[in-house]
């Protein structure tokens, strides 16, 4: 079997320890977010076996935040090999691990407890030869600071080169059912795609994050995004039994998407973002399985005036002008009302 599925949190973290601790000759991380504790320990007890081990870590967030500077030190300290992770990249949010040449981890999650003990998330293990291949080729030009070209005919999907339009193509295929997990529709291109799958009888489920988990600055594209798409009839739900991280599309119980691409402009045209399409029956049927039961367990956004500025409000975020929101007391509709005077002149009867 080419191609196996990794869903968090239901498999913790064990299939990622138990594959470090399987390396013999090399491995290579590649990570937006690393420190989990148990997988910190596994790659610095594979250096100390004799594994050749190679971390690119991003090394700080937009607003400056370095999250990575404890774990670099601890793996510097143990003798592994740890750089800053491309700059010609605002951010390199891939995640991903290549073990001895062979095998080959796409992944939505970061390797820290939160993703792996309370987020919906997912990974890909790739054996493919030419897959494993392309992401070593990717690690070692990002490395070396050189320029990586995309094969393209592979089935894995980078940014910032041809991820919108293979993603754009994916949606454009689907011919009966499309389910997407994603913490962010905010990019025109795939927003107006989802639209026309819609308009041309595609069964579309949407499951994002509340709006209130978007950054200030990306509430406006992240709530008009969300709308455009309950406003022509799209369902868009929320996970209730957990938070949403992962980035999945399922099409047709069919072809799928995994990996750690956002939809938003900033995925598709600034970062390093690397996800992989399978049509592997049995990681569709998992796959299936999964959007089914989290379905399940959702509920509806409630994307109206009213819910977003109640959701806003509870969470003291003053963005209604710029969403614009109609933050005006609704008025009683004038025959509501005169029922409303009917039924009280009867129950005022009925007292005396």
């Not at 997912?122 to 990002?142: L, M, N, P």
Request: aromatic content about 4%; proline content about 3%; hydrophobic content about 40%.
């Amino acid at each position: 079997m080419s191609h196996a599925l990794i869903v968090l949190p239901d498999d913790t973290a064990k299939p990622f320890v138990d594959a470090i601790n399987g390396a013999t000759k090399s491995l290579r991380v590649k990570m937006f977010l690393f420190s989990h504790p148990d997988l910190l320990n596994a790659v610095i007890q594979a250096k100390k076996r004799g594994v050749h081990v190679r971390v690119m870590l991003n090394p700080a967030r937009r607003s400056g935040k370095s999250e990575n500077a404890a774990t670099s030190k601890k793996l510097k300290a143990a003798g592994i090999e740890v750089i800053d992770s491309n700059p010609a990249f605002e951010v390199t949010h891939e995640k991903s691990m290549v073990v001895d040449d062979e095998v080959a981890f796409v992944q939505s999650l970061n390797w820290d407890v939160k993703n792996l003990t309370g987020t919906r998330d997912y990974a890909v293990v790739t054996r493919h030869a030419r897959e494993v291949d392309e992401v070593i080729k990717c690690f070692e030009a990002d490395w070396a600071r050189k320029p990586f070209t995309v094969d393209g005919s592979t089935l894995l999907i980078w940014c910032n080169s041809n991820g919108r339009d293979r993603i754009a193509k994916f949606i454009d295929d689907t011919k009966h059912t499309l389910f997407v997990q994603n913490e962010r529709y905010q990019d025109a291109v795939i927003i107006e795609r989802l639209v026309r799958a819609k308009t041309r009888g595609v069964e579309v489920h949407i499951m994002a994050r509340p709006p209130h988990k978007l950054k200030r600055e990306k509430l406006t594209e992240g709530v008009g995004g969300l709308r455009i798409l309950d406003d022509i009839g799209i369902k868009v739900h929320k996970l209730k039994h957990l938070k949403l991280h992962g980035k999945m599309l399922l099409a047709d119980h069919a072809r799928a998407i995994v990996g750690s691409i956002n939809l938003a402009p900033g995925s598709f045209d600034t970062r390093r973002e690397l996800a992989v399409e399978v049509h592997a029956p049995e990681i569709v049927e998992q796959l299936r399985k999964i959007v089914h039961h989290d379905w399940k367990h959702s509920r509806p956004l409630d994307l109206s005036d009213e819910g977003l500025l109640a959701e806003l409000e509870k969470h003291k975020i003053d963005v209604a002008d710029e969403l614009g929101l109609d933050v005006r007391p609704k008025k009683k509709n004038k025959q509501v009302k005169k029922g409303q005077k009917r039924d009280k002149k009867k129950k005022n009867g009925k007292k005396r």
